[in-house]
């Protein structure tokens, strides 16, 4: 049988996964290898409802197999599994995990998924447990037919069930908490309320200003396309610097006044009028379910959001703002970590994918000596 390869992370690293950063902070380790020295690692966590032209609502409930190490025939979520490791792991690769793990254990395949929603992180570490939960919602077809997987779950109660049904097991029946907890939370609510926008944002609905953001560690010509790309469409462009407070790391070795002279430098050498930008700082809060709000305390009011990270596209699509369309170019090359990756090497292949005004000022600020200073500090 072919090892499972999971997605671990250091206790002290948690906190980055609320701003996405997920590939920079995880690490594969063999899966029983990982239970075995209780190594925290990623899971996924999906709820599943489905509802008939009528209104009925039904609840798709696990009942774990008694042959189960942990929780042996306990009620928990509709499906969940762990995390595989991936290089450049994102939400897109843990939210495709959620839906092969709901395949493995029910049948329904992921086209018979109407809607699927990012809902939480969760820290579930404790006494039995070393895991870190993506927390996803989904609605079904309501005709979907289950085939669950005797292997992983107790046949018998393992299905969809009404609310009065579910209300009973989560009074009366051994269910695993975290899961209950989230059980109740969508008993309790509008299911549409679940499904749609958190806020509605002040949004103009006009061609005013987009927000841009990014880290810009260093800024590349993929950065440079797509905020010239947001100019063609909007008068003004809000410039977020991600991450604003880090620097002097391996992945985020330039400042926020570097990286702030960085889209000066870019924005001047195209002559682009100082009226048509502002430039933001942005700090981590390592808070995903707050940085929306927070970001929009610091930049104000914009028409629509652009930025190729999943994570957040995802938390403000939930928040119900625009979301640009991703615009990219040899998403391979043109990335920043790439850049990062070919000046350690000593590889002067990373020049022509930034500007030349950006390769002057990394070489200004001594970038270039800094990064091998500082991949070097990292390996001790």
């Known amino acids: 049988m072919e090892k499972e390869i999971v997605a671990c992370i250091k206790d002290i690293n948690i906190k980055y996964l609320e701003s996405g950063q997920i590939s920079k902070v995880v690490f594969p380790m063999e899966r029983q290898e990982a239970h075995k020295l209780k190594i925290i690692h990623l899971i996924t966590r999906f709820f599943i409802i489905s509802h008939s032209p009528k209104g009925d609502i039904r609840y798709l409930v696990q009942k774990r197999s008694k042959n189960k190490a942990e929780y042996p025939e306990y009620f928990t979520d509709s499906s969940s599994g762990h995390v595989i490791w991936k290089r450049n792991l994102d939400l897109r690769k843990i939210k495709e995990d959620a839906m092969r793990e709901l395949e493995e254990e029910f049948g329904i395949p992921s086209r018979a998924l109407q809607i699927i929603k990012f809902h939480e992180l969760k820290d579930e570490k404790d006494n039995k447990e070393t895991e870190i939960s993506y927390v996803f919602f989904g609605i079904v077809d309501y005709n979907t037919t289950l085939k669950p997987n005797p292997d992983e779950l107790d046949i018998e109660g393992s299905r969809f069930y009404e609310r009065a049904e579910l209300e009973n097991i989560l009074k009366t029946e051994k269910s695993i ?30 061609n005013n200003s987009a927000l841009f953001i990014g880290r810009f560690q260093p800024i590349h010509h993929g950065h440079v396309y797509v905020l010239m790309n947001i100019l063609k469409s909007y008068r003004s462009v809000k410039i977020g610097i991600g991450s604003s407070q880090l620097s002097n790391t391996i992945n985020d070795p330039f400042t926020n006044i570097e990286r702030r002279e960085f889209v000066k430098a870019v924005v001047n050498k195209r ?17 995903a379910k707050k940085w929306v709000e927070h970001v929009v ?19 403000f699509q939930n928040k119900g703002f625009k979301v640009g369309k991703k615009i990219t170019i040899f998403k391979k090359k043109f990335n920043s970590s790439n850049v990062r990756r070919l000046i350690i090497k000593n590889n002067k292949s990373w020049k022509p994918i930034v500007p030349k005004e950006i390769v002057e000022l990394i070489e200004k600020f001594d970038g270039i000596n800094r990064l091998k200073s500082l991949n070097t500090a990292d390996k001790l």
């Open 177 to 206: 908490e975290y899961p209950k907890k989230i059980w109740n939370l969508i008993l309790n609510a509008d299911i549409s309320s679940l499904f749609e926008n958190d806020i509605v944002p002040k949004l103009s609905h006009s």
């Open 271 to 287: 002559l682009i009028s100082t009226k048509r930008y502002k430039i933001y700082d942005i700090p981590d809060i390592f808070n």
């Open 297 to 315: 305390s610091i930049v104000g009011e914009f028409d629509a959001i652009y930025s190729n990270s999943d994570w957040i596209r995802e938390l």
